[in-house]
């Protein structure tokens, strides 16, 4: 699976727009992008997966550049609740395969 | 919505005990997963379970770990001969179709504290 890079942390206002990168330059054709979030030692969550085409749910979205290097994760109005690590996996589908997780985004929401 | 539920919640045992830790994963989900995280470290692949047997399973994964689904509902992580470094948050995950094609749902964790 191909390796992904994100900043270490991030801080967001109450109520802004959180935008979290993600590189992954040697993403292969056919490897999704994942993202799933930590709040404070619960279990993770999914967020969002997207192939190449940009991607809403009612959590998020997530902007996959043109040439798939680098993806954007958007919480649109971010919340108190938001803070968490924020994960960016990139993967092949299947099932027979396993989520590793890297050190993620420290994403804080200050009011 | 469904859920994953892990119990117990905390988990205290002295070193050389054996521990089970339990998982009811939702219910039409046919792939199971083990993870652990250690106090300030990453979510860590333990094991993958499909088909009542080990897909895969990591490093970490040796022979004083095992699993099990005993019946049609619960999924299991035996730790056989506990040591000090086996204290983590463990999560059980579950997946409807694999982690590739439908998402991972996690439990909120057993933490394991071994004296």
């Known amino acids: 699976d191909a390796k992904t890079t994100q900043p270490p942390s991030m801080d967001c206002a109450e109520g802004r727009a959180a935008n979290l990168p993600c590189n992954h330059s040697t993403i292969s054709g056919n490897e999704y992008v994942y993202w799933y979030r930590q709040i404070h030692s619960q279990g993770p969550q999914y967020i969002i997966h997207g192939l190449k085409n940009n991607e809403t749910n009612e959590m998020a979205s997530l902007i996959i550049t043109e040439d798939r290097k680098s993806s954007t994760l958007i919480l649109p109005h971010a919340t108190l609740r938001d803070t968490a690590v924020y994960y960016c996996i990139v993967m092949f589908s299947g099932g027979y395969n396993k989520l590793i997780f890297g050190a993620g985004t420290r994403l804080a929401v200050h009011p | 919505e469904p859920e994953v539920t892990q119990t117990p919640s905390h988990q205290v045992t002295q070193m050389g005990q054996e521990v089970i830790l339990r998982c009811v994963p939702i219910s039409n989900h046919l792939y199971f997963y083990w993870y652990r995280q250690i106090l300030g470290q990453k979510v860590e692949f333990l094991v993958s379970?499909?088909?009542?047997?080990?897909?895969?399973k990591s490093e970490i994964f040796d022979d004083q770990f095992s699993v099990e689904r005993p019946d049609g509902s619960n999924f299991t992580l035996k730790i056989r001969s506990t040591k000090l470094e086996d204290s983590a948050m463990y999560f059980c995950a579950s997946s409807e179709q694999g982690v590739g094609n439908s998402p991972l749902h996690f439990g909120n964790g057993t933490r394991l504290t071994v004296t």
């Open positions: 379970f499909y088909n009542n047997e080990i897909s895969e």
